[in-house]
T-cell receptor, first 111, second 112 residues
């Protein structure tokens, strides 16, 4: 157990819909990262937050948005979903510039 | 921004042989280089890491080397075992102010 909690574990929805993925970082970790992993693909960096502020942005689509709340949990919002958005979405947290601890992931299936 | 290239994309080795995976990075500000192992359907987990002030680090059968001048780092697995079969990702980071960028991954298959 990494200490990073992601919900839901699985999510099935239809094209055009909107979903929210939630992440609770390890206690004390200020940084939260979101990654997308499509089937047999690598870890595509989406966005990073540090203590509530957006710190770095990767290849995140305009249909996607995220935020980190004062209690440090983070949410990734995916809207106008397309078939190609089906993937495993990982959240990871770290203290500062050290090891990333990954959650178990949220598997999104768009039908 | 940081770009990390990883080779090879797949690697098949006989049990007991060594495996080497290489990565290059572009951002000279990167100072932290971890390696993650991801088994099928599971989360990536750190297996070893190295910082820019160190040239080599070992942990039992695995080792990582870093060449800052050439901007490349490598993972070495000796005496491979079937349980080493997984996808391995390298990554580079310049700290909490920068992206934590991963390579594309290497599928390692260890055959008995």
């Amino acid at each position: 157990d990494s200490g990073v909690t992601q919900t839901p574990k699985h999510l099935i929805t239809a094209t055009g819909q909107r979903v929210t993925l939630r992440c609770s970082p390890r206690s004390g970790d200020l940084s939260v990262y979101w990654y997308q992993q499509s089937l047999d693909q690598g870890l595509q960096f989406l966005i990073q937050y540090y203590n509530g502020e957006e710190r770095a942005k990767g290849n995140i689509l305009e249909r996607f948005s995220a935020q980190q709340f004062p209690d440090l949990h983070s949410e990734l919002n995916l809207s106008s979903l397309e078939l190609g958005d089906s993937a495993l979405y990982f959240c990871a947290s770290s203290v500062a510039d050290g090891e990333l601890f990954f959650g178990e992931g949220s598997r999104l299936t768009v039908l | 921004g940081e770009n990390v290239e990883q080779h090879p994309s797949t690697l098949s080795v006989q049990e007991g042989d060594s495996a080497v995976i290489k990565c290059t990075y572009s951002d000279s500000a990167s100072n932290y280089f971890p390696w993650y192992k991801q088994e099928l359907g599971k989360r990536p987990q750190l297996i070893i890491d190295i910082r820019s002030n160190v040239g080599e680090k070992k942990d039992q059968r695995i080792a990582v080397t870093l060449n800052k001048t050439a901007k490349h780092f490598s993972l070495h697995i000796t005496e491979t075992q079937p349980e080493d079969s997984a996808v391995y990702f390298c990554a580079a980071s310049s700290g909490s102010w920068g992206k934590f960028q991963f390579g594309a991954g290497t599928q390692v298959v260890v055959t008995p």
